[in-house]
């Protein structure tokens, strides 16, 4: 019974989602959701406003920092987890050792 509601449900996220792809305008096209206003001013004007020669530099370092900081908040917390595992699995296995020998 919990796999058939599991295909159900599933099911219908597909449905879902391929009805948004189906919807989206093709790539490239100016009236896709990354052509407005704030692409033309990032090109435009960021060299003036921040004082650095790339603009994604200036994207990512200046009006975006606090976006890359959560992002690299996140990554490093994921990463803390899984040393933190590994290293709860290695010390049980080395204590199983010390047991058993």
């Known amino acids: 019974m919990k796999k058939l509601l599991t295909l159900i449900v599933l099911g219908g996220l597909l449905l879902v989602l391929l009805s948004s792809i189906a919807e989206l ?8 959701p990354a052509y407005n206003e704030i692409a033309h001013y990032y090109v ?3 060299a003036e406003d921040t004082g650095a ?18 992002e690299t908040t996140v990554l490093f917390t994921g990463i ?7 290293g709860v699995s290695h010390q049980k296995k ?8």
Do not use: C, W
């Open 80 to 86: 803390a987890a899984v040393i933190s595992l590994l």
């Open 44 to 46: 435009e004007e960021s």
């Open 53 to 70: 020669k790339n603009i994604i530099a200036a994207i990512i370092t200046d009006y975006r920092a606090f976006d890359t900081l959560g």
């Open 25 to 32: 305008p093709p790539m490239g096209e100016e009236k896709g």
């Open 94 to 101: 080395e204590g199983e050792d010390q047991h058993h020998g």
